[in-house]
């Protein structure tokens, strides 16, 4: 089973910033497709970055512009740079590996207007 701990999120004023980090287990993380996704109350969950083993990545339009999805592999930590944040990014952001079925906790993230 792979362990997944999202952090970083906090309470921030539109148009501020906030970097999550996802830290993970697993011998594998390396060569995995790593995913960024956020759940708004009253939502589905939503595929907001993606990053591939090579340093790919891919966004979705709402967000394109002001996140940057980066990986350490030394660490087997994934970040989301979130930038000119607004009310709308509030949510809960999950990490996972492309291929996992499972979630972590999440971290809350909060943008007042």
């Known amino acids: 089973q792979v362990q997944l701990v999202e952090s970083g999120g906090g309470l921030v004023q539109a148009g501020g910033s906030l970097r999550l980090s996802c830290a993970t287990s697993?011998?594998?993380?390396?060569?995995?497709?790593m995913d960024w996704y956020r759940q708004a109350p009253g939502k589905q969950r939503e595929l907001v970055a993606v990053i591939t083993s090579g340093g790919s990545t891919n966004y979705a339009d709402s967000v394109k512009g002001r996140f940057t999805i980066s990986r350490d592999n030394a660490k087997n930590t994934v970040y989301l740079q979130m930038n000119s944040l607004k009310p709308e990014d509030t949510a809960v952001y999950y990490c996972?590996?492309?291929?996992?079925?499972?979630w972590g906790q999440g971290t809350q993230v909060t943008v007042s207007s």
């Open positions: 996972r590996p492309s291929w996992y079925t499972l």
């Open positions: 697993g011998s594998i993380f390396g060569i995995s497709t």
